[in-house]
């Protein structure tokens, strides 16, 4: 999903969101075996809510606003 919507709209944030993930991957095995999926899933997803109306057809409130 997030390469569908960010390669080519948004190739910077493209390259963050990469970033993000890779790290993620690096530093999994400081968390419990059952959460390292979700670990890296939450860094490939961690910039949904600001991607923009011209990337995600729904409505999305980032926390705490």
């Known amino acids: 999903m997030a390469r569908t919507k960010l390669e080519?709209?948004?190739p910077r944030r493209w390259s963050h969101v990469?970033?993000?993930a890779?790290?993620?991957r690096r530093i999994a095995a400081a968390v419990p075996q059952e959460d390292?999926?979700?670990l890296v899933a939450a860094?490939?997803?961690h910039d949904v809510?600001?991607?923009g109306t011209k990337t995600r057809p729904w409505s999305c409130r980032r926390?705490?606003?």
């Open 43 to 45: 860094a490939w997803l």
């Open 18 to 20: 990469q970033a993000v």
């Open 8 to 10: 080519v709209a948004l």
């Open 63 to 65: 926390m705490g606003t």
């Open 22 to 24: 890779a790290k993620a």
């Open 36 to 38: 390292r999926d979700i």
């Open 49 to 51: 809510s600001g991607w």
